[in-house]
C-alpha cells in the first residue's frame, strides 16, 4: 500500500501536524506580486547602478539583457518544478526530495545563509533610502545600522500582521514601482531624452576596470542583482490556492515584467543624462533622487524617495516572508530546531520570521565596519547563484538519471526542459564563479584580501559548518543503531 500524502502539502501525512501547516490564502495575482516585489525593478536597479557606471564606464545594457535572458531560463527550471513539488521552502524542497537528506542539509544551509545575507542587504540600502527619506543626516557607520534595523522591524511587523495587511502593503509595493518607476522611465525617455540608441552601448572599459573584457564580465556579474528573487513564488508555494497551475505562472510572469521594466528604466536613464553625470552621482549612496530632481525640479524629489521607500519595504517583506517559509520547512523536517515550525492560530511561522529576522540584524552589526558590510552584500548575491546552480545541477542530474520525471507535473516541456536545464545549469555555474572572482578595481582601493574573496570564504565555512554536522548526525544515527541491536539482543 502506497503512502499517504496530504493533500494540502504534498508531504507523508505521518510528517506534518496541524499545527505544522500553512494556510492556502495566496491567489495567482498574490504570488506574483511577491515574485515582482522580490525582484522589484527599483531595488534591483537603483543598487546597481551606480556600482556599474564607476566600474564598466557604461556600456553595461548588453550584459543586463544576456543576465536577464539566462535568468529567465533558470526561472523556467525552477517553474518546472514548482509544478510538480509546490510545498514550502522551494528550492531547499526539491534538493532533499530528488537528492536526498544530506543533499537538502546543503541546500538549505546555502539558501538561507545566502537569503539573510540578502535580506541584511536590503535592510542596510533600504535603511539608507530611509534615512533620506526623512531628511535624515547621511553618514554610515552606527547610524546606518540603526536606520536599517528601523526598515528591517517595519518588515518584521508587515509580516506579522493579518495577511491582507501583508498583501495589500506588496501590492502597493508593486503599484509604486509601476507607476512611479516605470512612469518616471516613460517621462524621461520621451521628453527629457538626450542621446541616440547607441549611447546604451558605448563607453564600456572606461571605468575603473582595466580593459573592455573585464567591465563586461564585471557588468554581467553586477547584473545579477537585478534578477534574483523570482524563486519568492515557489517558497509560499503551500500557501498558494492551485499552485500547481498558479506558481510557475507567478514566476514566469514576475521575472518577464521586472525584466521588461528593468530593461526600460536603464536605458531611459542612460540616455537622458550626460555620462559625466551619471559618473559623478554614482559616487553617492543615492545616485537617481539628483538625476530625477534636476530634470523634473525639486518638487518631484519626495514623492520619487516615497515610492522608492515604498518599494524597498515590500522588497524587504518579501525577503522575510520567502527565507521564513525556507526556516519553517527545515524545521518541519528536523534540519533546523522544531521550535521553528510551529505555526499561530492564523497559520503564519512567527517563529520561524522572528530568527529570520534576528539573524538579518545580526548581520547588520557588520555595518559598523563598511568593509565587512560590502561582504555580506556580496555574498547576497553570490549564494543565490550557487543555490541556481545547486538547484539547476540537482534537475540536471536527476532528469538524466530518472529519478526525475518532469512529465508528471503541470508544466510539460518535453525536449525543451532538457535543453533549457542544461544551459540554465552552465549559466549558473558561469555566473557564480563570476560573481565571487576577486576584483580589485570592483572595490575601495584600501579594501582587504578577504573582501575580495568574500563569497568563497564565507560559502567554504558554511559548507565546511554542514559538512561536520551531517557527520555529527550520522555518528548519532550510527550510535543509536548499535544500541537497538544490543537492546534486541
Not at 525556507?326 to 533546523?336: C, D, L, T
Not at 529576522?357 to 547588520?364: Q, R, S, W, Y
Request: with cysteine; aromatic share 12%.
Amino acid at each position: 500500500m502506497g503512502m499517504t500524502k496530504r493533500p494540502d502539502t504534498g508531504l507523508p501525512a505521518s510528517a506534518t501536524r496541524p499545527s505544522e501547516t500553512l494556510h492556502r490564502s495566496l491567489s495567482l495575482w498574490n504570488s506574483f506580486t511577491l515574485g515582482f516585489a522580490m525582484v522589484s525593478p527599483v531595488v534591483g536597479l537603483y543598487a546597481i547602478i551606480g556600482v556599474q557606471t564607476a566600474v564598466t564606464g557604461g556600456g553595461w545594457f548588453t550584459a543586463l539583457v544576456i543576465c536577464l535572458v539566462m535568468q529567465l531560463l533558470v526561472a523556467t527550471v525552477y517553474a518546472e518544478l514548482s509544478s510538480q513539488f509546490p510545498i514550502a521552502g522551494g528550492a531547499y524542497k526539491w534538493a532533499r526530495q530528488l537528492g536526498g537528506n544530506v543533499t537538502g542539509q546543503y541546500a538549505g544551509a546555502i539558501y538561507v545563509s545566502s537569503t539573510v545575507a540578502m535580506l541584511t542587504t536590503t535592510a542596510y540600502t533600504g535603511g539608507i533610502w530611509l534615512a533620506i527619506f526623512f531628511g535624515a543626516p547621511g553618514g554610515s557607520g552606527v547610524m546606518m545600522v540603526l536606520w536599517g534595523a528601523a526598515f528591517l522591524a517595519i518588515c518584521m511587523v508587515l509580516n506579522l500582521a493579518h495577511v491582507k495587511v501583508f498583501n495589500l502593503v506588496i501590492a502597493l509595493g508593486v503599484y509604486a514601482e509601476v507607476i512611479g518607476s516605470f512612469g518616471v522611465a516613460l517621462l524621461l525617455f520621451f521628453f527629457f531624452r538626450q542621446h541616440s540608441f547607441s549611447e546604451l552601448f558605448q563607453h564600456l572599459g572606461t571605468g575603473s576596470a582595466p580593459s573592455q573584457t573585464a567591465a563586461f564580465l564585471a557588468a554581467l556579474a553586477i547584473a545579477g542583482w537585478a534578477f534574483i528573487g523570482f524563486d519568492a513564488c515557489s517558497t509560499v508555494a503551500e500557501e498558494t490556492h492551485e499552485p500547481k497551475r498558479a506558481v510557475p505562472r507567478a514566476i514566469i510572469l514576475s521575472i518577464l515584467s521586472v525584466g521588461t521594466v528593468v530593461l526600460f528604466n536603464s536605458a531611459a536613464l542612460t540616455l537622458s543624462f550626460n555620462r559625466d553625470t551619471l559618473v559623478t552621482t554614482s559616487a553617492s549612496s543615492d545616485p537617481i533622487t539628483p538625476l530625477i530632481s534636476s530634470s523634473f525640479g525639486s518638487w518631484a524629489e519626495k514623492p520619487f524617495l516615497a515610492i522608492v521607500m515604498v518599494a524597498f519595504l515590500a522588497c524587504g517583506s518579501v525577503v522575510v516572508n520567502y527565507t521564513s517559509r525556507i526556516v519553517f520547512s527545515m524545521a518541519r523536517e528536523g534540519n533546523m530546531p522544531s521550535l521553528l515550525s510551529r505555526v499561530t492560530a492564523s497559520k503564519t511561522p512567527r517563529n520561524a520570521v522572528l530568527c529570520v529576522v534576528l539573524l538579518a540584524g545580526l548581520g547588520l552589526l557588520f555595518g559598523v565596519n563598511d568593509q565587512a558590510v560590502a561582504t555580506i552584500i556580496a555574498f547576497g548575491t553570490g549564494g543565490l547563484y550557487a543555490m541556481f546552480t545547486m538547484t539547476t545541477g540537482v534537475g540536471l542530474y536527476t532528469r538524466l538519471t530518472g529519478r526525475w520525471n518532469p512529465a508528471l507535473g503541470e508544466l510539460k516541456l518535453g525536449v525543451w526542459g532538457l535543453v533549457i536545464n542544461a544551459t540554465a545549469f552552465l549559466w549558473s555555474l558561469f555566473e557564480f564563479i563570476n560573481i565571487a572572482w576577486p576584483r580589485a578595481y570592483a572595490v575601495a582601493p584600501d579594501a582587504p584580501w578577504w573582501q575580495l574573496w568574500a563569497v568563497p570564504l564565507v560559502l567554504g565555512g558554511i559548507l565546511a559548518l554542514t559538512t561536520l554536522d551531517v557527520l555529527v548526525r550520522r555518528n548519532e544515527a550510527s550510535v543509536h543503531a548499535g544500541k537497538a541491536e544490543l537492546t534486541q539482543e
